[in-house]
């Protein structure tokens, strides 16, 4: 069988074979998985990207029935049962399709080059450069005006990544770098975060979005909510009718699901997912599974689910237990998803979490965000750098990956 | 007075000049101070970036006398005393000139595309991009000789970068590499280190390179003495008469001095460097000082000096100094480098160590190692960090930074 995909879905989908007496392919175009929650922390030069990205191989080491492929797919048969490769092509009996969701730009993919969004490294360390330029560029920057939208930043999306990487910002300015300049002020950075609906963090209960916003607007990120941006072009971002000028433009609005999907002839919906069968399989093609963020599993109350990692972690393990199940000529049974909550951070010990019963925010909630993700984070190495790397940023205000590599700098040498 | 470049001469300098009643502009075209000696570790993946590049501002916070420009000078005006960036100028009263060495192809710049060099981090992720890819590959390939081909690794040039290069690969494809793949054996992998002279570490005496060359071949290494590359083609590496396959080549071979020294328009040695005066400073300009790697100071026993840390901070102090003096009127003093000795390392528990009077190899050597290059890191956290990293290393095996990014993976998103 073949498993496309090393993410949270493609990975625990994986480990939940580690015994069963099936060969498989694991195919990622990358070598790492990524633990995509941490991505802003990368963004924001907290973390470097090997704390929070671990190799594919190493990670499945143990489990003698996998081999491991870097390569890329550019479609999938289901007629022949082919994965068709770049560079060559595979056959599978079960296919478990798990490709996850890149940027949309809701049809306007000539914003990309001015507003990026977060979803591998490189997106993660070109964020961080631009970041870290406009403070570079402002510091040298005599023209007043000029240095003001040097020191705008906007973020387009209120969703949990949007929060976090404006929290994140607001922070770096106000607490980071605030010793290291002498012509600007870092404080005065002015950092907006625009959503379009009418609450930040839309899938969170109302009160929660509201305490996420006051923690927002403390570390004096300015929320601007129906606030629909409407063009975005080189240095101006023109949310509802205001033109404003801000260098720095981050996306964090909106994911469309990879274009493999197109090629199942399956059923999809608006966002490209691929409405799956209650058991995960796609539509008169049992022996396909697609689960994670490319998959749309409507047959829940909230339905479709939301693209979490939760979501993609039971959804592998469980097209897993469908797999053996049908190789005993078993049935399949149909997928469930426990909702054991959600969190958002606001920097500095604050945080959100919807625990379903319990809600809670403020310091114990940034707490449990903490350990959650310690948690979940692939190799004790990982955790214990990870940690460390938390307590020496809460403790001493510093950010030790404040590097800028790569982009313009690279050019013009 | 004005610093440009800010490696180990640039800061020690700015450094020295901590008490000093100046106004210093500190100018690099990084936003960081990189630590070179180890940047090999971060091109075999043993370390992250941030682990050995400190932000200039931070190194510099404390000192008010100083400010810190992230720019790139494309000149240096003498006669009118000015630096000449790609976006505006400054004036200067002292000037410190610290920009260093880059690769040299000795004539041959076209095979740097096939045969990258390490003096910046973009160089270390891309050769660390290609040595994992080369496994990788390899794993996928059937035909048995295009696999020999990708696990062969040829490193150009026997001086310290060079050993330390083919130790580290040799050691991740026998040591780190073996538990990981499935169809390819790692240990089959052929490292290759190509010296044109006739002993490895040719700046060492010869009983030390004669034991850093046993260590070497311990691991496998294929050590060629005698052995100039004559041609770098793709896929290709002609040494002497012998054209050897080899997916994977890489030079540390030669260096040059930064270009802007012919702006100076003083007396330049072959490789591009400026021929000071024994204060320091250019002829006919003693408000210039020259240091570091970009200097080429005769006035002394085995000179040229060596392209060496060591030598560039004492040159640095020394200039500082020299500019100090000169303010208070008095005259400039030579420069002597106090040679306090030379390390290599040859992978796990193993280096030689000239300290003059005493020659050390094997396991003291590299204890010796290790604890002089954490003494120099700049910040405590990155000594703590590299410290746990090379403690992990040595305990698992395993090497936290294999993660490919950038490179052809991305263009073909």
Request: glycine letters at 8%; charged letters at 20%.
């Amino acid at each position: 069988m073949v498993i496309v995909g090393a993410g949270f879905g493609g990975l625990y989908a994986a480990q939940a074979l580690k015994r069963a007496d099936v060969r498989i392919t694991v195919i990622d175009r990358r070598n790492h998985h990524l633990f995509q929650p941490l991505l802003y922390q990368v963004a924001t030069a907290t973390l470097s990207p090997s704390d929070i990205a671990y190799p594919i191989r190493s990670v499945l080491r143990s489990q003698p029935n996998i081999r491991v492929f870097l390569a890329e797919v550019s479609a999938i048969s289901v007629a022949t049962s082919t994965v068709i490769l770049e560079d060559g092509e595979l056959t599978y009996d079960y296919l478990i399709l798990a490709t996850g969701a890149c940027h949309s730009y809701f049809g306007h993919a000539e914003w990309e080059v001015f507003a990026p969004g977060l979803k591998s490294i490189e997106d993660a360390l070109e964020i961080r450069r631009r970041i870290l330029c406009a403070f570079e560029k402002a510091e040298r920057e005599t023209d007043e005006a000029k240095r003001r939208v040097l020191l705008t930043f906007v973020i387009v999306g209120g969703g949990p990544t949007g929060v976090e990487l404006a929290g994140a910002i607001a922070e770096i300015a106000c607490m980071v770098m605030v010793q290291d300049f002498r012509v600007i002020n870092p404080r005065e950075a002015r950092v907006i975060l625009a959503e379009a609906g009418s609450q930040i963090l839309p899938s969170f209960p109302a009160d929660l979005s509201a305490k996420a916003e006051a923690s927002l607007t403390k570390l004096c990120v300015d929320v601007r909510k129906n606030a629909p941006v409407t063009a975005i072009q080189p240095g101006v971002v023109v949310v509802g009718d205001e033109r404003i000028p801000a260098a720095t433009v981050l996306w964090a609005a909106g994911v469309t699901a990879s274009p493999l999907a197109r090629s199942l002839v399956a059923p999809l919906d608006r966002a490209g997912r691929v409405l799956v069968e209650p058991d995960l399989s796609i539509p008169g093609h049992p022996d396909v599974f697609v689960i994670g963020d490319l998959a749309a599993f409507v047959y829940q109350k909230g339905g479709p689910l939301p693209g979490l990692a939760p979501v993609a972690i039971q959804q592998g393990r469980h097209a897993a237990q469908n797999i053996l199940r049908r190789c005993q000529g078993l049935p399949s049974t149909p997928f469930r998803y426990a909702d054991r909550g959600a969190l958002a951070t606001i920097g500095r010990a604050a945080a959100v979490a919807d625990f379903g019963a319990v809600k809670i925010s403020g310091f114990i909630a940034w707490i449990a965000w903490t350990f959650i993700h310690i948690f979940f984070l692939i190799g004790f190495r990982n955790r214990l750098i990870v940690l460390f790397e938390w307590a020496w940023a809460y403790v001493t205000l510093q950010r030790s990956a404040r590097l800028i590599i790569g982009g313009s700098e690279r050019q013009s040498r």
